[in-house]
T-cell receptor
Framework: GAGVSQSPSNKVTEKGKDVELRCDPI?????LYWYRQSLGQGLEFLIY????????KSGLPSDRFSAERTGGSVSTLTIQRTQQEDSAVYLC????????????FGSGTQLSVL | GENVEQHPSTLSVQEGDSAVIKCTYS??????FPWYKQELGKRPQLIID?????GEKKDQRIAVTLNKTAKHFSLHITETQPEDSAVYFC??????????FGGGTRVLVKP
């Protein structure tokens, strides 16, 4: 595809349920980031993947959050036992490689936990 | 880890005036400082960036300055236009390529 694709664009779930958010980076981009943007707030770093290196998970807010990246391409962010405070827009971004810094963002997944 | 503070959180300017947004960072090892613009309902997009070996960079009506000693950098928008209305984010990259963003500045350009 021409850009970073995220799905679903909107997700409404009940408290306590698990959710999976998907990110398809730009083809050939080896670096992939997940950020969280709460209403009117900044971009909170969650996790960063670079090629085959171990991911930087330092931003994950709790052990309910996890992410994986299969085959160096598609990434899935999983939130277990969702809480209302998890409601936010989850943004994925990719860049060509480490050292090429320009991030291309997806349009995000709006997660609402009722 | 890196911490980026951004001020002000909101900024209202008259069309044609200048706008300045300031950011400070904590990690002296940070070496790359981009600015992203997010229009309402859209995804953030890179508008300008600067590296630690440069003190100033300009691109048409926008410019960024960097003071490594003081660990702060600023975005300057001159001759503001209504289409400049958006949320602007600064960011800093330290070791490991992780990009840490500031809290954002909502800029409103009044016609």
């Amino acid at each position: 595809g021409a850009g970073v694709s995220q799905s679903p664009s909107n997700k409404v779930t009940e408290k306590g349920k698990d959710v999976e958010l998907r990110c398809d980076p730009i083809s050939g981009h080896t670096a992939l980031y997940w950020y969280r943007q709460s209403l009117g707030q900044g971009l909170e770093f969650l996790i960063y993947f670079q090629g085959n290196s171990a991911p930087d998970k330092s931003g994950l807010p709790s052990d309910r959050f996890s992410a994986e990246r299969t085959g160096g391409s598609v990434s899935t962010l999983t939130i277990q036992r969702t809480q209302q405070e998890d409601s936010a827009v989850y943004l994925c971004a990719s860049s060509l490689r480490q050292g090429v810094e320009k991030l291309f963002f997806g349009s995000g997944t709006q997660l609402s936990v009722l | 880890g890196e911490n980026v503070e951004q001020h002000p959180s909101t900024l209202s300017v008259q069309e044609g005036d200048s706008a300045v947004i300031k950011c400070t960072y904590s990690d002296s090892a940070s070496n790359y400082f981009p600015w992203y613009k997010q229009e309402l309902g859209k995804r953030p997009q890179l508008i300008i960036d600067i590296r630690s070996n440069v003190g100033e960079k300009k691109d048409q009506r926008i410019a960024v300055t960097l003071n490594k000693t003081a660990k702060h950098f600023s975005l300057h928008i001159t001759e503001t236009q209504p289409e400049d209305s958006a949320v602007y984010f600064c960011a800093a990259r330290a070791a490991g390529n992780k990009l840490t963003f500031g809290g954002g500045t909502r800029v409103l350009v009044k016609p």
